[in-house]
Each structure stands twice: as structure tokens, then as C-alpha cells.
């Protein structure tokens, strides 16, 4: 749905997009990369790329909160969009954390081999984030984009209607 917005609301908007995307580029594929080259010398390493997502995630939840009290409907409605998509990759990232503590637990006290181990935590933990980063990456993307044309999905009007902006007419192509 596209609502006439200011090139100011714009540029508002876009923000939460920007925030999360460089989360999902910049630090789970870009630091990923960069630090699963010397994770071999330091593996806590990879431990940052998780702290540094909740710190952002942390921030980008907090402050949809707070957009709801400061922000124009539009840019507000931007910021729930992507709180909503902050809330998977959280779920996500704890589903990690709990299989990467079980497989701790099956070498510390179940004495599983280590590389059967990493193949699990690999395979059922991060594989999993992975895509769903990937997944995000296309999908904020999309909304990016969709913030500069002044568009916002269908659910989000339909969960925060506002009294004052009307959609305007959809642009159809003629066949």
C-alpha cells in the first residue's frame, strides 16, 4: 500500500531497514567471514558476531518502542515492520545458543566425540541462522526499498491504522 510521505519521512523510515541490514551484512556474513579466519587460533571470537546482533537487536526493539510516542505514523510503522523481523532472527540466534550449549554438554558430560559436536551445532544451529540471515537480507531489501517509494505492507496498516493517511490509488500496469 503507498501513502503520500515526506522526503524527510523517508529518510526516517529507512533507517530501521538500514540499522538491520547492516546487522544481517556487515556483521553475521561479513565478521562471520572475517573471523572464521582465526577462529581456529581464537574461537571465542565467533562469540562476538552473536553479542554484537542482540546489541543491535536490543537497540532496534527498544526504539520501535519508543517510535510508537515520537515518529510520524509512517516512520513508526517502518520501525515495527522491522522490530517484527528483529524478533525471528532473536528467536533464531537463541535456538543457537541453546543447541551450542547441549552440544557443550554432550562433549563436557556425555562424552560425545568433538566432531560430532561441531557437526550438530554447525548443521542444526548455524546452518539454520544462516539461512534465515539470508532469508532477511532479501526480504529487508525489499522493504528498504519499499520505504523509499513510500509503501507498507497491508498487515502493518491493518495492525496500526491511523485516522490520517489514506492509501493512495495502486498503479496498475495495462495488458
Not at 18 to 42: C, D, K, Q, R, Y
Not at 118 to 142: N, Q
Request: aromatic share 10%; charged share 15%; glycine share 6%.
Amino acid at each position: 500500500m503507498r501513502f503520500e510521505v515526506s522526503k524527510a519521512e523517508i529518510k526516517q523510515a529507512n533507517v530501521p531497514h538500514e540499522w538491520f541490514l547492516t546487522n544481517l551484512v556487515g556483521n553475521h556474513i561479513l565478521m562471520a567471514v572475517a573471523a572464521g579466519g582465526v577462529a581456529g587460533s581464537f574461537p571465542w571470537i565467533m562469540a562476538l558476531i552473536p553479542a554484537i546482533s542482540f546489541a543491535i537487536l536490543s537497540y532496534i526493539l527498544w526504539r520501535a518502542r519508543r517510535s510508537r510516542q515520537i515518529d510520524t505514523w509512517y516512520v513508526m510503522c517502518h520501525w515495527q515492520v522491522t522490530a517484527r523481523r528483529s524478533r525471528i532472527l532473536i528467536l533464531m540466534l537463541c535456538l543457537l545458543l541453546v543447541i551450542a550449549a547441549l552440544g557443550w554438554a554432550g562433549y563436557t558430560y556425555g562424552g560425545m566425540m568433538k566432531e560430532a559436536v561441531l557437526a550438530l551445532v554447525i548443521g542444526v544451529g548455524i546452518l539454520p541462522v544462516m539461512v534465515t540471515v539470508l532469508i532477511l537480507v532479501i526480504i529487508e531489501s525489499d522493504a528498504l526499498y519499499h520505504a523509499s517509494q513510500g509503501k507498507l505492507p497491508k498487515w502493518v496498516f491493518e495492525l496500526y491504522p491511523s485516522p490520517d493517511a489514506k492509501p493512495l490509488p495502486e498503479e496498475h500496469p495495462h495488458h
